[in-house]
């Protein structure tokens, strides 16, 4: 949001003009310390604005005019100094009451606190003011959308868009809301709009590809994504799609080369939320009994660690119904090196399944990690119901029970 404001600011900003060639000076360094903060001098500005705050101040106070009062204002804005910027602001108004900036930039500063109430009443003031100003519509449209109230942010949003509807941000806020409500056909004709705006905006080709992959358009929804890590080589969410979609469409080459590049960008640490996570989402799909989630871990980490999850999903309750899992647990791997059955260097891998009430199966061991496409098959069946196990332990009350079997048929 922050972006969005400072291109705002630099263009209001540029349409001021000062004539007195009295007050020329302090007005360029009014503008020169807003210069600072819209670059990458921050520090700097607020170390100029400490050394000249109050002579800037008192020639502003003396000039008794609202555009120079504006300048201050936008000043103390850049530099979140907020309660000094919305008196500056204040005191504009009280010059030229029909100054309608003057309210959104307090309602800008009221959203950025949180404060939504006053920010909706300062954006209907400025709009009251001057209703021809997209900005003033975006930013009544985002204030909504922080008040859960999309409808109103929808008006508000095609109101900014019926003034310019190249407007990037009108499109891309309705084009979100569109898609939150399931209206996929609305909610692509607003990204295609934004992306048209902004050819390389990630966050649209991102959204865009996930419309066409919720509507199985699997190689639309590639292109986007592809699109994507073009833009970014580290957008892990997007190599993820790119996982799924050509798991899809059973192009595996494509597919293995994704996740060999995800693993890189978990192996680098180029991304914290990832290295934090330490799993994908390596396949989602539709399954007739429910959504299908399968998680893929990067490494097998404490002592019941997993490498594969398969979880099934209610899709109108969107609760878990059952998941089954490769894992290979330290304790299991130490009694199968005592019995000799692997090497002091090799691990036991044993695929199960576990219900929500607690209940557990086991269905197969291997004395090596088997190929993902051999797991997926038993899992699939399991998930199908097919509950034919090695051992189990069923759940019923407060009672559990563990039957072994012999084998599986």
Known sequence: MKQFVLFLLAILLSSHSFANEVTSKPNEQLQGIIDLFQGDSHEDALNQLKLKEEDLAAFVSESKDAEIYM???????YAEMDTKAIETFKSAL???PSLSDAYFYIGLINQYADNLDGAEESFRDAIALNSNDEKYFVSLGRTHEMQDNLASASIAYKKALALNSGNFD???NLATIYAIAGDASSAKKYYLAAIEQKPNDVDSHYNLGQLYQNKSQHELAINQFKKVVELNPNEW???AKLVQENEAIKDYPA???A?????DVWRENADEELKEQRFYIREQSELENGKLFVLEYFELEGERARKFVFKLQDEKTEDFK???SLGSYDGTTAISRELGEIGPDERIYHLDGYAPNGSHFTYAFFNTIPPYEAVK???LKKLAGENKSISSTIISGESEATIYIDSEK
Do not use: H
């Open 71 to 77: 300048l201050l204002g936008c000043v103390y804005f």
């Open 94 to 96: 009280q010059l030229a």
């Open 170 to 172: 009108a499109n891309f």
């Open 237 to 239: 969410r997007a190599l």
């Open 255 to 257: 597919r293995d080369f």
């Open 259 to 263: 996740i060999e590049k995800i693993y």
């Open 322 to 324: 059952f998941e089954v």
């Open 377 to 379: 098959e038993i899992a």
